[in-house]
């Protein structure tokens, strides 16, 4: 329902990172949803990698979707397999932030402003 609000379909139907980060929101949110809903799905740690997967390349479109990946410690623990949930969930969630600190942030290289010349331009 909310994918089809007017601002929405210009902004999918345009061409920029906006369109794939939507798409891939939508997505990412709907495994968030079908992990939390459906009473038969049991998580297992191939989904919870499959989700922080999609939650890093959302986080190389725009840079706040980061926080997407804490979504994960709202997952039932009785929804799991694995014992140790909360702590694969932490680790999926630090190095999503890992990689967001030292992978995600974009770095002009050698921008100076003594090129400048101050006294013409004022």
């Known amino acids: 329902m909310v994918a089809m609000f007017p601002m929405n379909l210009v902004l999918a139907a345009s061409y920029n990172q906006d369109s794939v980060a939507l798409g891939l929101t939508y997505i990412i949110i709907g495994l968030f949803l079908n992990y939390v809903t459906d009473d038969e799905k049991v998580v297992s740690i191939k989904d919870l ?6 939650c890093i390349i959302l986080v190389t479109m725009k840079l706040p979707y980061v926080l997407l990946v804490g979504l994960l410690l709202f997952i039932p623990r009785k929804k799991m397999k694995c014992k140790n949930y909360y702590l694969i969930s932490l680790a999926l969630i ?4 890992f990689y967001l600190r030292f992978f995600g942030t974009f770095l002009p290289s050698k921008f100076e402003l003594r090129t400048l010349n101050w006294k013409v331009q004022m």
Do not use: F, G, K, R
Not at 49 to 54: P, T
Not at 94 to 97: G, H, M, N, Q
């Open 94 to 97: 630090a190095a999503s932030l």
């Open 49 to 54: 990698l499959l989700y922080a997967l999609l």
